[in-house]
């Protein structure tokens, strides 16, 4: 049984960890500029929002509620991301974008990680508007009181992050155990949050339909340039 475990270890996660390791081994910290950036910002937006002075200038720029005006909502929902709930312990945010943030950054590339992370976020608020909209008589409805809730945090990205890399790196099990655990969230505790993690993972899915239906996207693709694996191409 050890060994079947141990096997299964190997496929699920050993491409993913051995790229991991490799990055970190040949440039540490300069591997996550982006995830640093992220958790800096978090731990800063934090720190404001529970002083006198900056609870209302956080609350301008990154606060989303589904009364909001869209283009102001649309607005605020990429710092949105990078504020932490206040009613939730700062360090799991801070640490869920390190670790998820981080491992997408390696595998993905700060661009792709930053552009899914914001796919995933921003349809999870749209999502609070329709949810509203076809209101709490239906299984994707939404009480009317949650226009009001103050929609922030990074959970929503790392979610729909941590299924876009199992899915590149062909952890199948892994991804499939994060979208059960958030059905499971949502049946348990059906509120905003739990559905705004639904509404991240389908956005993300529909997205790894688009490159499967277009022969793209999943590992092994090309080594990204700045990794030690990576060669420029031979040009003729």
């Excluded at 590339?109 to 209101?135: D, Q, S, V």
Aim: proline share 7%; glycine share 12%; charged share 15%.
């Amino acid at each position: 049984m050890s060994g079947a475990v141990r096997g299964f270890a190997l496929r699920e996660w050993g491409p993913l960890s051995g790229t991991v390791r490799r990055e970190l081994a040949a440039r540490r910290w300069g591997a996550v500029p982006l995830t640093l950036t992220a958790v800096c910002l978090t731990a800063l937006f934090q720190f404001a929002q529970n002083q006198e002075w900056g609870y209302a200038p956080v609350q301008a720029v990154g606060a989303v509620r589904a009364d909001d005006p869209l283009w102001l909502a649309l607005l605020r929902t990429p710092l949105s991301l990078f504020v932490p709930a206040l009613d939730l312990p700062v360090w799991g945010a801070l640490a869920q974008v390190l670790l998820v943030f981080g491992i997408a950054e390696i595998c993905l590339g700060r661009w792709r990680t930053l552009g899914i992370a914001y796919l995933a976020t921003l349809c999870g608020t749209l999502y609070a508007r329709l949810g509203i909209a076809l209101g709490p008589g239906t299984p994707l409805g939404l009480p009317a009181s949650d226009a009001q809730v103050v929609d922030t945090g990074p959970s929503a990205a790392v979610v729909g992050l941590a299924v876009y890399v199992c899915w590149r790196r062909r952890a199948y099990w892994t991804g499939g155990a994060v979208v059960v655990a958030m059905v499971i969230e949502v049946i348990v505790k059906p509120n905003l949050a739990g559905k705004e993690h639904l509404a991240a993972i389908a956005g993300v899915l529909v997205l790894i339909a688009v490159l499967v239906g277009r022969g793209r996207g999943q590992d092994g693709v090309e080594p990204r340039p700045g990794t030690r694996s990576w060669k420029p191409p031979i040009r003729s």
